[in-house]
């Protein structure tokens, strides 16, 4: 989905920039899958396993441009990527069709600005012109920040996957499910 720029003052004061992520932004976006997947045990992979080449990742973003039932956006701050929020529809079925799910990330250095809670309030707003009507999240029943973003955000926790997530230190963590009506 195509959409336009939207501009936001951060609690510091410096202004963040949410874009659609395009194609030009593949390899910024590898490196920044790569680092964040090292900042936080919350995703739901480990840094060697981004391996997408920058063909591969540019030709994903250009599909999203061109999806109505999706959207990538990047938040930059100073000209930098600061993190980046999607939504995809769960499928074209008339019984589906209505629902999408969500993603978000950030650099550890941008948390607490605003920053999240901006990327999930526009991607509401795209997914419900969209046409989409319930968007859902997965989260690991650990991570408190981001439970608490979510809820502010709307999200309704509805349910629990337990082990959900296998860490390679051997520990299980129980995952979180969570929607909101847009």
């Known amino acids: 989905m195509r959409f336009a720029e939207k ?19 593949a390899e910024e976006l590898i490196r920044f899958l790569k680092q964040i997947a090292a900042e936080t045990p919350f995703l739901t992979r480990y840094p060697d396993e ?16 061109e999806n109505p039932a999706a959207a990538m956006l990047a938040a930059t701050v100073d ?3 600061a993190g980046n929020c999607s939504f995809f529809g769960m499928g ?8 999408c799910s969500m ?32 968007m859902e999240l997965i989260v690991v029943a650990d991570n408190e ?10 999200f309704i926790e509805y ?16 995952e979180i499910l969570m929607y909101k009506t847009l």
Request: with cysteine; net charge positive; proline share 3%.
């Open 7 to 25: 501009t936001i003052t951060l609690k510091d004061g410096r202004t963040c920039i949410l874009k659609p992520a395009t194609p030009d932004l």
């Open 79 to 81: 000209g930098k990527l």
């Open 145 to 154: 920040r981001a439970k608490a973003l979510y809820r502010k955000s709307g």
């Open 92 to 99: 074209a079925r008339r019984k589906n069709r209505h629902r």
């Open 159 to 174: 349910g629990r996957l337990p082990h959900g997530m296998l860490f390679d230190d051997g520990s299980y963590h129980d």
């Open 103 to 134: 993603g978000i990330a950030l650099y550890e250095k941008y948390w607490g600005l605003g920053i999240g809670t901006a990327m999930i309030g526009y991607l509401s707003e795209l997914a419900k012109q969209a046409g989409l009507e319930q």
């Open 50 to 65: 981004v391996d997408k080449k920058a063909e591969e990742e540019a030709e994903f973003l250009n599909r999203t441009l």
